[in-house]
């Protein structure tokens, strides 16, 4: 349906029909706007706050379609995944698309993650995750697009495919990826058309050995903090991690950030935050209850009334796990003789997983 009202971005005529399409906001958008209320399109709301418009499709929906033109087509598969945000940013309904076609996996952004970091663990743990939702993965690759480490040996070991998409969530660094695999190949290397069968944009970089490589649209799942806060607020949230340790008796709250708040249950012997050294990292008596805005989709502008909901945690003695949340990074816990139990809070939607610990505790 075509709205009789325009973007207060880009002026835009409004409409619900074709998510490619400029001037397209979700029908809920409308069903949520009060009457008159100055709407942006998705476009122009997705430049303002993720500065990034054009290589982000608009629904779930969209998305399938995407993965599934994929899933018909010849090629090879690359899933990108940001290694500071696996859970996050993983594409659980791939494989339903690819079939038996095995998957290569990249785990991206290798820099953020602390200087000395064995690279040769942190590929066991992608394997490790890959083969526990019974993927089918014939290579795991960890690399940083940004500083082309890992970029040639990805090269060399995908030159025998004729074509290859890159898959991913919106931000882990597809774009670049593939800029940084193309570098020094061709000149002209970016090309916009869209992929057979479908109107959705995918870029295609032609490769002078007649090769191709598509760089596909990702999508905003909305569970990682870095898709929900003002663009300030992700810029913050960037960078390379500096863990930082700490003890919390019971009842005390730990601040990561202006989002997301530990809260002792029981002592827990010992935390530690892997997340970017932007983000603050502060121990208070008890948890703050003020919230920082959120970004609000429907209204274009930032929400303060949202509620933080609380997720337990409990692990018995001497146990160590990470806790990862989407789009921060992770905490590393550690218990000793006794049990422990904490309360994480963070905003609606966001991802909280725990799992076997990444780097900190010992490896398995
Ligand atoms: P796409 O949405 O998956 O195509 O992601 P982009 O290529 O647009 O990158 C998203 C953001 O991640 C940008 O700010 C990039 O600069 C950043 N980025 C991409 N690759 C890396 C990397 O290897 N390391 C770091 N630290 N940042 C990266």
């Given amino acids: ?26 029908p ?30 608009a629904s779930s929906e969209a998305f399938s379609t995407m993965l599934h033109d994929v899933g018909q087509q010849s090629g090879l598969v690359v899933h990108v995944v940001d290694i500071a945000d696996c859970e996050a940013t993983w594409i659980d309904a791939l494989p339903r698309f690819v079939g038996e076609r095995p998957i290569v996996l990249v785990a991206n952004k290798m820099d953020v993650l602390p200087r000395g970091t064995s690279l040769t663990r942190m590929r066991d743990r992608v394997w490790q995750f890959a083969r526990a939702q019974s993927w089918r993965v014939s290579d795991v690759h960890v690399v940083s697009a940004v500083q082309r480490i890992g970029t040639a040996s990805l090269a060399q070991a995908l030159a025998r495919h004729a074509r290859v998409f890159f ?25 916009v058309s869209a992929m057979p069968k479908t109107t959705l944009q995918a870029v295609h970089v032609a490769l002078p050995d007649a090769r191709t490589y598509v760089d596909t649209p990702g999508i905003v799942y909305g569970r990682r903090l870095i898709e929900r806060v003002p663009h300030a607020h992700v810029l ?27 809260e002792a ?27 920082a805005p959120l970004v609000d989709e429907a209204h274009g502008g930032e929400d303060v009334s949202w509620k933080p909901v609380r997720r337990r ?5 001497r146990a160590v796990i990470d806790i990862a949340i989407g789009g921060l990074g992770w905490l590393c816990v550690h218990a000793d003789d006794q049990a422990v139990a904490l309360d994480v809070w963070t905003p609606p939607g966001i991802l909280v997983v725990d799992r076997p610990p990444w780097i900190g505790g010992k490896s398995t």
């Fill in 1 to 26: 349906m075509e709205y009789a009202r325009t973007c207060q971005g880009c002026g835009a005529v409004l409409h619900d029909e074709h998510p490619t399409r400029e001037g397209y906001v979700p």
């Fill in 28 to 57: 809920s958008v409308f069903a949520r706007s009060h009457d008159g209320a100055p709407i942006t399109c998705q476009r122009c709301f997705r430049l303002l706050h993720y500065h990034k418009p054009s290589t982000v499709v």
């Fill in 167 to 191: 898959v991913g969530a919106t931000n882990v660094g597809k774009s670049t990826l593939v800029n940084a695999l193309t570098a020094g190949v061709t000149d002209h290397r970016l090309t």
């Fill in 236 to 262: 913050r949230m960037r960078g390379e991690m500096r863990p930082v340790t700490l003890p919390l008796r019971s009842g005390q709250a730990l601040h990561i950030g202006d989002y997301v708040c530990c």
């Fill in 265 to 291: 249950v029981s002592p827990v012997p010992s935390i530690t935050c892997y997340v970017a050294y932007t983000v603050s990292v502060r121990r208070q008596k008890q948890r703050s209850t003020h919230v």
């Fill in 313 to 317: 945690v409990t692990m018995p003695a």
